[in-house]
């Protein structure tokens, strides 16, 4: 399978580029963290991402949504990382979205899913629940309560769980997982917004007896692992795309500044071992990128073992990404690390992408695993 985008693909690419460009640059970004936005996001640009298709990528024509697959939900995914936009799109558009087309009954798809496609909705799927990314030591119970079920847990890096309609937790059920929509103002609900690093949000859960009815219960009971493979499995390699968006833009950022910057009356771009350094950049990041496009069409495929795949484009998109934003701060020199400039900021997005969804090392120890060490 060839690693090149089709025709298709392309103009998809240059149609998110061109709109995220234009409607949320890095000054959006700034602007959002420095008037403490209650929201942490733009809802009319959410709404627009609606009325652009790119809110229902993944989400089938039938629901609203544009019907396509993992490659073309990279493809926007990358486009977020290259301008920093803080978004619902992971939480909602892939990981919430995903499970509920694999998982949920036809009501529950119909209730949600046109309302994500066009921007109306935001769901957060509610899992991890220590400081690392774990899904399989879920503490969080769901016992049977009269009609329904009883949860109580808490939950922790639940993006955008502040603004979510709804979530959908992960909880068990004696010793299988099971996954729940539950209206974030059910009694028993607590939800602290947690600004993170990188100016984007995220969500600590607490839930205390929280009464839920049976029809809450997306599929059936103890079927919530299948259907969390599927969406961390396109998260995890939507998380890649934007990873390699970010780092390809600090370095491109990067590259225009040593042509521009002087010192000792040359420009820096002229110093031979700046050029080595921007050169052996340069191609890693094209073996990030082949990695996470391969990940992404062998998704789109069925392909075997897709999941080793999809672990080996996110360790290598983030350990790639964050020698990109080490270099670009670097070769700033002291102005690198100013807030004047943005290779800072994208140091602090990829610090927290690298961490959503499983670090490089957890993906490392997966596919060693895998290979029977």
Known sequence: MPLILTEEQTMLKEAADGFLSENAPISALRKLRDSND???ISRDLWKAFGEMGFAGVIIPEEHGGSGLGAVEAGIVAEGLGRTLTPSPYFGSSILAARVLIDAASADQQAAWLPK???????LSLALDEGPKHQPSRIATTAERSGNGFKLNGSKGFVLDGHIADALIVAAKTEDCISLFLVDPKTAGVEIERTVMV???NAARVTLTDVQVDADALLGEVGAGETALEGALNLGRACAAACLTGAGDQAFLTTVEYLKT??????LIGEFQ???HRAAHLFTELELAKAATLGALQRLDAGAPKADLAVSVAKAKAGKVAELAVQEAVQMHGGVGMTDEFDVGLYMKRVRVLNELLGDAGYHAEKLAQAGGY
């Open 198 to 200: 990188d100016a984007h």
């Open 273 to 275: 071992a700046l050029q």
């Open 38 to 40: 209650a929201d942490g």
């Open 261 to 266: 910057r002087k010192q000792f009356g040359k």
């Open 116 to 122: 994500i496609a066009a921007g109306e909705a935001i």
